[in-house]
């Protein structure tokens, strides 16, 4: 991980290098629940389905442990600056985190439903390549967060639109189906239903982005165009 200043009291560091750990730690975690979940769907795998659906208990867990040490940060240390930025983002950052789990445990769900319906010809294609564009972004998002690095963060913020406009597609798709094949509606909603907690995965991995643009450069972007941040950051604003 890129280092983060550095403060007189080692304990105080140790602590603040402590959170960031964790939320690899977490984030590593989530991010191997999007790809099981993605897995169980597209091989019609119920079992890793069911392994998904049992771990989203480590990832709550990790959420409250985490949101706990950054309070106790706050009382003791009163943090000010880039080390209360800090704090704020890896409270927004776990957050985020575990509504990504919870999209993955919503697409295990929908798995084992289509484990018992006839798979289409496709064989889920769109889904996973869905799927794999949405996991990317994660692990960049969280890439960028380990190195402090706010064009990383910016590159992968510019990736929602793409996934938004890949969803759509799918979703187009899927209304073909149905209207050609009134028999494949039930399948059908339950891949839409899986489409869309994807989707909001990619929501959630913008989200985290912009939190390491936040962290880095000390500004608040989620209702600021991504062109107006592409200028700031190549431009070298900073606080």
């Given at each position: 991980?890129?280092?983060?200043?550095?403060?007189?009291?080692?304990?105080?560091?140790?602590?603040?290098?402590?959170?960031?750990?964790?939320?690899?730690?977490?984030?590593?975690?989530?991010?191997?629940?999007?790809?099981?979940?993605?897995?169980?769907?597209?091989?019609?795998?119920?079992?890793?389905?069911?392994?998904?659906?049992?771990?989203?208990?480590?990832?709550?867990?990790?959420?409250?442990?985490?949101?706990?040490?950054?309070?106790?940060?706050?009382?003791?240390?009163?943090?000010?600056?880039?080390?209360?930025?800090?704090v704020m983002a890896v409270i927004k950052?776990?957050?985020?985190?575990?509504?990504?789990?919870?999209?993955?445990?919503?697409?295990?769900?929908?798995?084992?439903?289509?484990?018992?319906?006839?798979?289409?010809?496709?064989?889920?294609?769109?889904?996973?390549?869905?799927?794999?564009?949405?996991?990317?972004?994660?692990?960049?998002?969280?890439?960028?967060?380990?190195?402090?690095?706010?064009?990383?963060?910016?590159?992968?913020?510019?990736?929602?639109?793409?996934?938004?406009?890949?969803?759509?597609?799918?979703?187009?798709?899927?209304?073909?189906?149905?209207?050609?094949?009134?028999?494949?509606?039930?399948?059908?909603?339950?891949?839409i239903w899986a489409a869309r907690a994807l989707e909001r995965?990619?929501?959630?991995?913008?989200?985290?982005?912009?939190?390491?643009?936040?962290?880095?450069?000390?500004?608040?972007?989620?209702?600021?165009?991504?062109?107006?941040?592409?200028?700031?950051?190549?431009?070298?604003?900073?606080?």
């Amino acid at each position: 991980m890129e280092p983060l200043s550095t403060h007189i009291s080692k304990q105080y560091n140790t602590e603040l290098e402590e959170i960031r750990t964790r939320v690899l730690q977490m984030g590593g975690l989530v991010e191997s629940q999007v790809a099981r979940a993605l897995s169980s769907l597209v091989q019609s795998d119920v079992g890793t389905a069911e392994q998904v659906i049992v771990s989203d208990i480590q990832v709550n867990r990790l959420e409250v442990a985490i949101d706990e040490e950054c309070n106790h940060i706050i009382a003791r240390r009163q943090p000010a600056a880039s080390d209360l930025r800090l704090v704020m983002a890896v409270i927004k950052t776990i957050a985020d985190l575990e509504r990504i789990g919870d999209e993955a445990e919503k697409i295990a769900r929908m798995a084992i439903k289509l484990a018992n319906e006839e798979r289409p010809k496709s064989n889920y294609r769109e889904i996973q390549a869905l799927g794999n564009h949405v996991r990317q972004m994660v692990r960049e998002a969280l890439d960028a967060f380990a190195r402090l690095d706010a064009t990383a963060a910016l590159r992968v913020a510019q990736e929602d639109k793409k996934v938004d406009q890949e969803y759509e597609g799918i979703m187009r798709q899927m209304i073909t189906f149905m209207m050609e094949d009134p028999r494949s509606i039930s399948r059908t909603l339950n891949v839409i239903w899986a489409a869309r907690a994807l989707e909001r995965i990619g929501d959630h991995a913008r989200n985290l982005s912009e939190y390491v643009i936040y962290l880095v450069m000390g500004k608040d972007v989620r209702h600021t165009s991504l062109d107006q941040v592409e200028k700031e950051i190549l431009g070298g604003s900073s606080e």
